[in-house]
């Protein structure tokens, strides 16, 4: 299994200024997904994060709004830039098992809550 | 998008099982079936997964149709703790690594004492 960790566990901050999460994994993955829960809603996947490599981004996320940091197998970085309320939600960090593992199963973080004033 | 259709909304009695269906009637050959839930304001939590035969853990069963096209969790004994937003979600094997679990809408089951 995975347990993982994100910090801060929820912030309040102003519109115009920008936040970033951190994600840590006790192990190492291959591929590390970010996803957005607006209130009241279900989850919408972000974007992938491969170590390594520039993120791939789902239709209606772009890199200058949500850059993406992957320095190594264990660790992940979101920043939500030039906040809006609009990007009030919880921001989930997940993992799946690489290859030839024995569990089928995606982990996922406990979620950080931003609230954009 | 999502490839399941579930009831948004369940009530069930506490001590009685809860019965959440789901329909993925597009699922293909190498799809599987994965129940998750999310307890208020927390990280998605796994439940139980299959392809093709009914599964059963320690927390609950899932009952898979012969065409594939449809399934059902079960929780035997539903508790107060198991009020939830339960997620049924189609998709392939996740220990490629490479593919994330996309999430509909799901069903929010209220267990009632």
């Known amino acids: 299994s995975a347990v993982i960790s994100q910090k801060p566990s929820r912030d309040i901050c102003q519109r115009g200024t920008s936040l970033t999460i951190q994600c840590q994994v006790d192990?190492?993955?291959?591929?590390m997904f970010w996803y957005r829960q607006q209130p009241g809603q279900s989850l919408t996947l972000i974007a992938t994060?491969?170590?390594?490599?520039?993120?791939?981004?789902e239709s209606g996320f772009v890199i200058d709004k949500f850059p993406i940091s992957r320095p190594n197998l264990t660790f992940s970085t979101l920043t939500v830039s030039n906040m809006s309320p609009e990007d009030s939600s919880i921001y989930l960090c997940?993992?799946?098992?690489?290859?030839?593992?024995?569990?089928?199963?995606?982990?996922f973080g406990p979620g950080t809550r931003l609230t954009v004033l | 998008d999502a490839k399941t259709t579930q009831p948004p909304s369940m009530d069930c009695a506490e001590g009685r099982a809860a019965n959440l269906p789901c329909n993925h009637s597009?699922?293909?050959?190498?799809?599987?079936v994965y129940w998750y839930r999310q307890i208020h304001s927390q990280g998605p939590q796994y439940i139980i997964h299959g392809l093709k035969n009914n599964e059963t853990n320690e927390m609950a069963s899932l009952i898979i149709t012969e065409d594939r096209k449809s399934s059902t969790l079960i929780l035997p004994h539903a508790t107060l703790r198991d009020t939830a937003v339960y997620y049924c979600?189609?998709?392939?094997?996740?220990?490629?690594?490479?593919?994330?679990?996309?999430f509909g809408k799901g069903t929010r089951l209220s267990v009632i004492a």
């Open positions: 979600i189609v998709g392939p094997r996740l220990n490629s690594g490479n593919t994330p679990l996309v």
């Open positions: 597009t699922i293909s050959g190498n799809e599987y």
């Open positions: 192990s190492q993955v291959t591929m």
């Open positions: 997940s993992v799946a098992p690489g290859g030839g593992a024995v569990y089928n199963e995606q982990f």
């Open positions: 994060a491969n170590q390594g490599s520039e993120a791939t981004y």
